[in-house]
């Protein structure tokens, strides 16, 4: 069995079960943001941000960044022969997808604290509109990476 395959292989999908996340967390906060708090609805909406959070994407994104790290390690000392690939423009645009994706999962994170609180300060319209950030950086990283653009 090829290691760097089954590793890509396993990276992919801890990475899709991270997208799935943190693009479906902000549509529930949009719904939760029209409901009072301290209401049943607003007690089965912080349940299921909470699940959601902790259970999925918190463990997905752990799988995909040790499992990232993995395939650099497997490149840099197997495959590639060396470390300067990673100064690559295209890998340097994954590289900052990634920085972008913990920031996100982060400020998702802290806005479901807030809506725990009853201290939402969002709208609706507000996490509609930025529901679909994940997946422009996940188009932006997929490209990079499969097209290696710029060297």
Known sequence: MN?????????????????????YLPRIFAYHADVAPGSEMDRTFQVMELKLYRIIMGPAMILSLVLG?????????????????LLKPWMLAKLAGVVFLIGWHHFLGAARKRFAAGMNTRSNRFWRATNELPFIAAIVMVLAVTLEFGG
């Open 69 to 85: 790290l993995a395939l650099i390690w497997v490149n840099a000392t197997a495959r590639l022969g060396g470390w300067d690939f």
């Open 3 to 23: 290691v760097y395959d089954l590793l890509r292989g396993l990276h992919i999908l801890a990475v899709i079960a991270w997208m799935a996340g943190i693009m």
